[in-house]
Each structure stands twice: as C-alpha cells, then as structure tokens.
Nanobody
C-alpha cells in the first residue's frame, strides 16, 4: 500500500516556475515507478512525466518536454516535478501516482493516486 500527498501547487504568472512535491508513505516506495498526470476542467487526465524505480529512466509528455523535470528521492520517499516556463495551458490539477507495472504512460497503469494539487498559470 502506498499513500501519496502532493504539495507545491499555486498561482504563478506565465513564464514562471513551480516545484511540485509528492510525499509517499509505505515501505515499498522504491519498488514503484512514479508519475505525474494533470487534468484540466472538461479534459481527460494527461500524462506529464514518469520516472523509474531507481530514477535512471524518465519520460515526458510532448507538451512539457524541455520545460519540466521529474526526480525522486527514495531515501525520503519523495518525487518532484520541477516546472519552468509555465504557460496558461499548463493550468490543471496535478496528480502524483505510483505504478507497480512496467509501462507508465497511461493512467490505467498506475495503482495509487494522490488527491492532486492545483496549478494555475495566469497570462
């Protein structure tokens, strides 16, 4: 069992930066790949980024490549999403998720989810 709590969301101007954090509980954190997804009103949940168990592999959605970076700290059971050059279209609720599987690009591949944190980017 893994419980996830996101933090770090807020209101930022276009071009600004934010760092989201996800705190995990459970002794098996390091055995899960971790991902970030986002969901804007009226839209489907969108893949943002994922990171492998050791942090050696990372994946990004096309809309955030070059602007966002995912990282993890297994000792402290945290995963981060550093966001730069934010755009109004990045506005969404951002979710942290844990996957025990071997593919990590779709919501159905994740076993545990946090409650989400709101990110709003003003123009």
């Amino acid at each position: 069992q893994v419980q996830l709590v996101e933090s770090g969301g807020g209101l930022v101007q276009a071009g600004g930066s934010l760092r989201l954090s996800c705190a995990a509980s459970g002794r098996t954190f390091s055995t899960y790949a971790m991902g970030w997804f986002r969901q804007a009103p009226g839209k489907e949940r969108e893949f943002v980024a994922a990171i492998s168990w050791t942090g050696g592999r990372t994946y990004y959605g096309d809309s955030v490549k070059g602007r966002f970076a995912i990282s993890r700290d297994n000792a402290n059971k945290r995963v981060y999403l550093q966001m730069h050059s934010l755009k109004p279209e990045d506005t969404a609720v951002y979710y942290c998720a844990a996957s025990g599987g071997s593919t990590w690009l779709a919501p159905r591949e994740y076993d545990y989810w946090g409650q989400g944190t709101q990110v709003t980017v003003s123009s």
